[in-house]
């Protein structure tokens, strides 16, 4: 049985999965044995080209397929198929270092925090736009205690009396999550910690995909109309990719 898994969620990531998975599994067994047994699996979001085969070539230990596409439903499916009482979540395009994952597993581990996140950096030069959301958002989470989706961990008990990633919205889900465990958490004594340092790596591709105009019109529909995060068409920037660009 598995101490802690790490789950990725992945839709058309054939491009990115296997780097993903080299670097998730470097971080495994730089730990050696330090927090248990450790178990990766990839979920399969209906994607429509080759990434679950990649990922069972990486080296994933195992590859799970949901069908319904939304990343809030493919992050608890792999939370559903693992008796793992530490869950780590990373994004198909990000790269964790063996620092970062010991430290999540260290303060899960602790008794004292029911789960967290990590501070993110891109892995290429982007817009002044998309540089300025992301300095934002680890802005924000260092003061708030938020986690991205690229990056969050937490104890089974904790997400399961969070909720799970909510499944009614198209983005924002690990916003939500975290603030439903954070509610559970205070009365008992518990944290919520963001690690600043080693920070995770994931891709800027979008900066290159999206104009400046596009993401300002995304957050905006986001912020002025929330009940937009239901409709996965409101929500289309997480979830298609301009014609041209590799799948």
Same mark, same amino acid.
């Given at each position: 049985?598995? !101490? ?7 839709y058309n990531e054939e491009a990115f999965i296997a780097a993903t998975i080299v670097a998730a ?15 990766? /699996? ?11 085969a990649v990922a069972e070539e990486a080296g994933a230990d195992r590859v799970i397929f949901e @069908?319904?596409?939304? /990343? ?50 891109? !892995?290429?030069?982007?817009? @002044? ?32 009396a969070g909720g799970g990633f909510d499944e009614t919205v198209y983005a924002g889900e690990e ?21 600043? !340092? @080693? ?14 105009? !596009? ?10 109309? @929330? ?21």
């Open positions: 049985m598995p !101490d802690y898994a790490i789950i990725i969620p992945a599994r470097e971080a495994m067994v730089a730990l050696n044995g330090e927090f248990g047994k450790g178990e990766l /699996i990839v979920v399969d979001n209906n994607s429509t080209d080759r990434t679950g @069908p319904h596409n939304q /990343i809030a439903r493919a992050r608890n499916a792999g939370a559903e198929n693992t008796t793992a009482e530490r869950l780590v979540f990373i994004d198909a395009d990000t790269r964790v270092e063996s620092g970062t994952l010991r430290q999540a597993l260290a303060l899960l581990a602790s008794g004292d925090v029911a789960g967290g996140g990590a501070r993110i950096v891109m !892995d290429q030069a982007v817009s @002044p736009m998309v540089d300025w959301l992301v300095r934002t958002w680890n802005r924000l989470a260092a003061v708030f205690n938020y986690a991205a989706g690229s990056f969050f961990f937490a104890r089974r008990d904790a997400f399961e916003v939500w999550l975290a603030r439903r465990i954070k509610a559970w958490a205070k009365p008992r004594g518990l944290g919520f910690c963001v690690i600043s !340092d @080693p920070p995770v790596v994931t891709s800027g591709r979008k900066s290159d995909w999206f104009s400046t105009r !596009d993401f300002i019109g995304q957050l905006a529909i986001i912020f002025l109309i @929330p009940r937009a995060t239901r409709s996965r068409r409101l929500c289309a920037m997480w979830y298609r990719r301009p014609a041209g660009t590799a799948e």
